[in-house]
């Protein structure tokens, strides 16, 4: 094991569109925390594996050599911003593959954000029919390893080209990719699959907190967060040994809103909902997002 060279970076595990945006940009206001200059860094957590078909990669695919370059650059960031800070990193597809980074980065500190399925799903399916921006991935595309830039690069065009030939416009593939998730957008409903990919991304990540010492988990639910964001987030600086600073209180203040609980229904007409449901009502009753107070 390479020794460690930094502060216990602070992990956010979320399926997409769980809110993980905001609460990293909230958390990064803070004096002592920064993050990469991109919105997520796939490419080096699947250093080595670039051509692996899903994101659910095993503690078996962590090799040495693997531990290595994922430490080496989030160690080379915390060296960029004058060794005084701690790294916050939010990609997504991390859910589906706990164990794994916690093997790269065993000290690290993990904030299990969970929101409602339905809500969830309703929003990646806005993002499965949206256009791939060319100045996002450009952004991203600093942070591929060099050896993988072929890869990635040919990856992107055949997106954009895939997404103009389907018939519905979206996009070949969205998101944290789990097993199965390519049969799965040729068979059902879009909106099935965005159901999917949330209940695998939570109950993948419950499985693999498993591994995790207890002591470095905090699960902070999406609902309680926008609701209650000044004790939430006072819970989530306690957890990572930090001060909540006035920077921090300015910036919840500005962006967080209750707005958007319970958007799925304004968003998915009846048909949706009931193929939604179909797929993840047990999962949303065993989270009490049906039968409690959660969802809202």
């Known amino acids: ?39 997520e860094i796939n490419p080096i957590w699947r250093y080595g594996h670039a051509r692996y078909p899903t994101d659910e990669l095993r503690p078996c695919h962590a090799t040495d050599r693997v531990i290595r370059y994922v430490r080496g650059r989030f160690e080379a960031l915390v060296r960029s911003s004058g ?18 980074v916690h093997r790269i980065l065993p000290e690290a500190r993990f904030l299990h954000l969970v929101r409602d399925g339905r809500d969830v799903a309703a929003s990646a399916r806005r993002r499965w029919t949206g256009d791939v921006e060319a100045e996002y991935v450009l952004r991203k595309a600093r942070w591929v390893p060099w050896v993988d830039l072929p890869w990635y690069a040919l990856s992107f065009a055949s997106r954009r080209v895939r997404r103009s030939l ?6 070949p593939t969205w998101g944290p990719r789990f097993d ?22 939570v109950d993948a990540a419950r499985e693999g907190f498993r591994a995790v010492p207890s002591d470095q988990i905090l699960e902070i639910r999406y609902e309680e967060l926008v ?11 306690r957890f990572c040994d930090l001060e909540f600073e006035s920077d921090c209180r300015r910036r919840i203040d500005e962006v967080v809103t209750e707005g958007n609980i319970g958007k799925h229904r304004a968003d998915l007409n009846e048909a949706d909902l009931a193929k939604l449901m179909a797929r993840i009502g047990p999962i949303l009753e065993r989270e009490g997002y049906i039968g409690g107070s959660k969802g809202g």
């Open 1 to 39: 094991m390479i020794p460690n060279m930094m502060e216990p970076p602070v992990l956010i595990i979320a399926a997409g569109r769980s809110g993980t945006k905001m609460l990293r940009d909230i958390l990064c206001t803070h004096s002592r925390l920064v993050t990469w200059p991109c919105d």
């Open 83 to 100: 060794g005084r800070k701690r790294i916050v990193e939010k990609t997504c597809a991390n859910s589906l593959r706990v164990e794994y």
């Open 166 to 171: 389907s018939p519905e416009k979206r996009l």
């Open 180 to 201: 199965g998730i390519d049969s799965m957008t040729h068979d059902h409903a879009l909106i099935e699959v965005c159901g999917v990919q949330w209940s695998r991304c």
């Open 227 to 237: 609701r209650r964001p000044g004790d939430v987030f006072a819970e989530i600086f």
